[in-house]
């Protein structure tokens, strides 16, 4: 089974990805995160809960040293993995993650090509990575981790995780098993 989702590569990975994460009407507090529900009779139900929200639109990434400067658009699972059809010239947040700013893991990635995400892979911890929102606050974040073989069947990355951080993903080459190249940065 692993070699058929990493002969897929990006489109897998995405999909895959897809699976992990919180299902629209949903939100998934992760293991880790200090959590001290009110205490509840057992017969009792649980609250509603509201639904991850796809980006809004006027989310920008920076990354000065590698000249990255693009706009954040949501991905599209089906668009980006099962026609293989994501658009030039824009990074894509990953349905079902974090918005960036909001405590937990937000999945952006982008096409290794000039101009996007190609120079993502000279990356160094320490490099620093702008998000800028539409109501103008500019999110400072910091590499801490550089990953750069990465199986493309490996979804452990998208999974919602305290504290706020960057995930950030390109491909390594033009075939579907290459490995794929992550990068974490987290708030400074």
Not at 24 to 37: C, E, H, K, Q
Not at 141 to 153: L, M, N
């Amino acid at each position: 089974m692993s070699k058929v989702i990493a002969g897929l590569g990006l489109a897998a990975f995405i999909a895959i990805a897809a699976l992990f994460a919180p299902p629209r009407g949903d939100i998934v507090l992760p293991s880790a995160t200090p959590f001290v529900a009110p205490a509840q009779p057992s017969s009792a139900t649980p609250a509603a809960t509201t639904a991850t929200p796809p980006i809004p639109p006027g989310y920008r990434i920076q990354i000065p040293r590698l000249g990255i400067d693009l706009a954040i658009l949501e991905g599209d699972v089906g668009r980006d993995t099962q026609q293989q059809q994501t658009p030039e010239n824009y990074a894509f947040h990953l349905p079902g993650t974090a918005i960036p700013g909001t405590g937990a893991n937000s999945y952006i990635y982008a096409h290794a090509r000039r101009g996007m995400f190609l120079s993502l892979w000279d990356a160094r911890v320490g490099d620093v990575v702008w998000i800028s929102t539409p109501d103008g606050r500019a999110l400072r974040y910091v590499v801490t981790e550089v990953h750069p073989k990465v199986a493309p069947d490996d979804v452990t990355w998208t999974a919602p995780s305290p504290p706020d951080r960057l995930t950030l993903q390109t491909s390594t080459g033009p075939n579907p098993g290459d490995p794929r190249f992550v990068v974490i940065a987290q708030p400074s």
